[in-house]
């Protein structure tokens, strides 16, 4: 028994401690900050930058980009590159068994020849000497036996030149300079045919051509214009901001999973020396406007009395009710262009001071 009112004892002694201790601490400088002017809930007038922006994500991409494949089925006798590495614009990357493609060039250009002597020995059977048919006197006959000599020479022309394209599009080209970022199915001795040629290629990125594609919501669309500067941030650098300006705003927009539709707007930007990878992920920050060293307050601060912008004005212990004259407004806050002074404290709404 005596057991009991003991511990009941020590429980009444902490309970009666843990009140004194919040007597105190409602006494102390804490509390006081919260009765100071009846609660009033206050805000500095300052002197800053203040931007509109717009955000939107996006991710990198290269301008300049090609995926080369070989047009036709064959054996691939040469690969001269690897994933990595660095190639210049005409360098030759792989190339098929062009024995084939060049005796047939070689049989197109006799078929040529041949039709060339059938052609020019018509017109002297015909007494033509290079004069147009309209102006000679033949029978229908006789002029279609001269079309017919044309068109085959035409379409012995057209053999030739497939047959000359046939042996460049045997070597595998690079268009651009750059560095070889993806390579499939290509390997020296290996046949080609008709169903591996789509998954058999080289591609090449030009590095030095990166941009930022940021997909802007339709709402901030007419928001966005060409110059305008840029804020991008890479999850890859998260400490790193990089500036940019837009280059390109696109003219289609993309449907979204959610129902919405997005712009693309391209961006140039600095790397800061930095390497990027194409597909790096990140957001970025477009500056719509932006006001240097200006006046600014909190824009919850500002109310609407008879279509006038006031504040209410905390001034040797009295509360005054002031118009002011607003300018840029962003999300937070509200540039302060007449009506106030750096330094002055507004209160979040009107009350009574003591």
Same mark, same amino acid.
């Given at each position: 028994?005596?057991?009991?009112?003991?511990?009941?004892?020590?429980?009444?002694?902490?309970?009666?401690?843990?009140?004194?201790?919040? +007597?105190?601490? @409602?006494?102390?400088? =804490?509390?006081? /900050?919260?009765?100071?002017? !009846?609660?009033?809930?206050? %805000?500095?007038? #300052?002197?800053?930058?203040?931007?509109?922006?717009?955000?939107?994500?996006?991710?990198?991409?290269?301008?300049?980009?090609?995926?080369?494949?070989?047009?036709?089925?064959?054996?691939?006798?040469?690969?001269?590159?690897?994933?990595?590495?660095?190639?210049?614009?005409?360098?030759?990357?792989?190339?098929?068994?062009?024995?084939?493609?060049?005796?047939?060039l070689k049989k197109k250009l006799l078929a040529y020849m041949n039709r060339r002597w059938d052609f020019e020995q018509t017109q002297?059977?015909?007494?033509?000497?290079?004069?147009?048919?309209?102006?000679?006197?033949?029978?229908?006959?006789?002029?279609?036996? +001269?079309?017919? @000599?044309?068109?085959? =020479?035409?379409? /012995?022309?057209?053999?030739? !030149?497939?047959?000359?394209? %046939?042996?460049? #599009?045997?070597?595998?080209?690079?268009?651009?300079?750059?560095?070889?970022?993806?390579?499939?199915?290509?390997?020296?001795?290996?046949?080609?045919?008709?169903?591996?040629?789509?998954?058999?290629?080289?591609?090449?990125?030009?590095?030095?051509?990166?941009?930022?594609?940021?997909?802007?919501?339709?709402?901030?669309?007419?928001?966005?214009?060409?110059?305008?500067?840029?804020?991008?941030?890479?999850?890859?650098?998260?400490?790193?901001?990089?500036?940019?300006?837009?280059?390109?705003?696109?003219?289609?927009g993309v449907k979204t999973a959610g129902g919405g539709v997005t712009i693309p707007v391209e961006i140039k930007f600095n790397q800061?020396?930095?390497?990027?990878?194409?597909?790096?992920?990140?957001?970025?920050?477009?500056?719509?406007?932006?006001? #240097?060293?200006?006046?600014?307050?909190?824009?919850?601060?500002?109310?609407?009395?008879?279509?006038?912008?006031?504040?209410?004005?905390?001034?040797?212990?009295?509360?005054?009710e002031r118009r002011v004259k607003t300018g840029l407004t962003t999300l937070s806050q509200v540039e302060i262009i007449e009506g106030?002074?750096?330094?002055?404290?507004?209160?979040?709404?009107?009350?009574?001071?003591?």
């Amino acid at each position: 028994m005596f057991k009991k009112l003991k511990e009941k004892k020590n429980l009444i002694i902490g309970l009666a401690g843990l009140l004194l201790l919040g +007597l105190i601490v @409602a006494r102390g400088p =804490l509390a006081a /900050s919260f009765r100071g002017k !009846e609660g009033l809930k206050t %805000a500095k007038v #300052e002197r800053k930058t203040l931007k509109e922006t717009v955000s939107a994500s996006g991710k990198i991409e290269a301008e300049n980009s090609a995926t080369l494949r070989f047009p036709t089925p064959a054996r691939v006798v040469w690969v001269g590159v690897k994933k990595g590495d660095t190639v210049r614009k005409w360098q030759s990357l792989a190339s098929l068994d062009q024995r084939q493609v060049e005796k047939n060039l070689k049989k197109k250009l006799l078929a040529y020849m041949n039709r060339r002597w059938d052609f020019e020995q018509t017109q002297e059977n015909y007494d033509i000497n290079g004069q147009p048919l309209e102006k000679i006197i033949l029978t229908d006959k006789e002029k279609r036996v +001269l079309e017919k @000599a044309q068109f085959d =020479l035409d379409s /012995s022309v057209l053999d030739v !030149e497939i047959a000359d394209l %046939a042996v460049q #599009e045997s070597v595998l080209i690079s268009p651009i300079n750059g560095v070889i970022t993806e390579m499939s199915g290509l390997l020296a001795g290996e046949n080609l045919i008709a169903t591996t040629l789509a998954a058999s290629y080289v591609r090449v990125i030009d590095l030095s051509s990166l941009k930022f594609v940021a997909q802007v919501d339709e709402v901030d669309y007419g928001k966005i214009k060409v110059g305008q500067k840029v804020e991008i941030s890479l999850d890859s650098f998260p400490d790193d901001t990089f500036e940019g300006t837009i280059s390109y705003v696109g003219k289609e927009g993309v449907k979204t999973a959610g129902g919405g539709v997005t712009i693309p707007v391209e961006i140039k930007f600095n790397q800061n020396g930095k390497e990027f990878a194409v597909g790096l992920s990140g957001d970025a920050e477009f500056i719509i406007e932006q006001k #240097e060293n200006t006046l600014v307050v909190p824009k919850e601060y500002i109310k609407t009395k008879n279509g006038d912008s006031i504040v209410y004005v905390l001034k040797d212990g009295k509360m005054e009710e002031r118009r002011v004259k607003t300018g840029l407004t962003t999300l937070s806050q509200v540039e302060i262009i007449e009506g106030l002074a750096e330094g002055e404290e507004i209160t979040l709404s009107k009350g009574t001071l003591k």
